[in-house]
């Protein structure tokens, strides 16, 4: 069995009900990706919900051993984290963790523009931060640009547009 590597999942930032209800706001797209999970990490120990629900955005969850108010108060503002091997993406969907430190390669100018240094989520698409230590350049993650993502091979290749990081590298 492969060794976990946990990905946060969300922060616990309240209780939901009398019945110790602990609600998780998620780090993840939604909270609808959390629920296909049936173990989650605490304190790196493995953590099985007895029941988990959507609600507003929110992540309903009842964890063992928790059944009132009283005894979920001291969970409020712990991370919960995710086996990444516990959750298969759909093809062409990365975790963003995959993603910082790739080497970007653009085929315009047939040179390395930097590494991912940060991923952005505004509310139209992903925008990956390029840098290469001096400057830092953006590009929107749609297939206009982003080509290719090898991510065995440590690199994305993209192809930018006149005037979109020809700063970069001189």
């Known amino acids: 069995m492969t060794e976990p590597r946990l990905l946060p999942a969300g922060t616990i930032v309240t209780t939901h009900g009398v019945r110790g209800e602990v609600k998780l706001r998620p780090v993840t797209d939604s909270a609808e990706f959390l629920l296909s999970l049936s173990v989650f990490y605490m304190d790196s120990k493995p953590v099985k919900p007895s029941k988990m629900r959507v609600h507003k955005g929110m992540l309903l969850m009842l964890l063992p051993g928790i059944d009132s108010v009283d005894a979920a108060m001291p969970l409020i503002g712990k991370t919960v984290y995710f086996n990444k091997n516990d959750k298969k993406l759909p093809e062409n969907t990365y975790f963003i963790s995959d993603l910082i430190g790739l080497s970007v390669f653009d085929?315009?100018?047939?040179?390395?523009?930097?590494?991912?240094?940060?991923?952005?989520?505004p509310p139209a698409h992903d925008v990956y931060v390029v840098s290469d230590g001096k400057n830092e350049i953006m590009i929107p993650a749609v297939p206009e640009f982003i080509l290719s993502v090898e991510l065995e091979q440590g690199r994305m290749v993209v192809k930018t547009i006149e005037g979109m990081g020809d700063d970069a590298a001189d």
């Open 107 to 121: 085929t315009r100018t047939d040179r390395i523009l930097g590494e991912i240094t940060d991923v952005l989520q």
